[in-house]
């Protein structure tokens, strides 16, 4: 494996998570907002793991909503890096949903966020 194959995998950030009644919205399901938030937090993780220096958000691109999550569902989240820059990397993250009785596993939410190493200025420094 290559070094920067290495550190991609390295850096694979994996969080399950049980979807509780404050992070729906009123028809029971996964709030959009609360997605973005984990999202943000695991693209974090997955960045700083892979960086290994301050990050900070600088783009959240599209985002699919394509299966609804209830309430007391068990999912997922998982970021891995799809491209790296100069300074600035590109996150994929999904969130799984999981049959608990079955174990199976589908993709309900997928987006892409581009994180940016920065200095204690907020200047990009080269990763
Ligand atoms: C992140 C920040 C320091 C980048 O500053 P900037 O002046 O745009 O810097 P640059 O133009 O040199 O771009 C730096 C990198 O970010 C990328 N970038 C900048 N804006 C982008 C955007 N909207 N979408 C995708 N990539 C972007 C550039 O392509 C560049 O990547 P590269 O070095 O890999 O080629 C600045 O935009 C910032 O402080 N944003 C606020 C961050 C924040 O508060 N986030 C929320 C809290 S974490």
Redesign the pocket.
């Known amino acids: 494996m290559t070094a920067a194959r290495n550190r991609i995998e390295h850096s694979r950030t994996r969080i399950t998570k049980l979807v509780f009644p404050q992070d729906t919205n009123p028809i029971g399901t996964l709030y959009g907002g609360t997605a973005l938030q984990w999202m943000d937090e695991v693209a974090f993780l997955t960045a700083t793991r892979y960086a290994r220096q301050q990050v900070?958000?600088?783009?959240m691109d599209r985002v699919d909503f394509k299966v609804p999550i209830p309430q007391g569902a068990i999912i997922e989240l998982i970021g891995e890096v799809t491209r790296v820059?100069?300074?600035?990397m590109t996150i994929q993250v999904r969130i799984l949903l999981e049959d608990a009785m079955v174990g199976t596993q589908e993709l309900a939410i997928e987006g892409h966020l581009?994180m940016?190493a920065?200095d204690q200025a907020?200047?990009?420094v080269a990763l």
């Open positions: 900070v958000t600088v783009s820059g100069r300074t600035s581009v940016v920065v907020m200047n990009p």
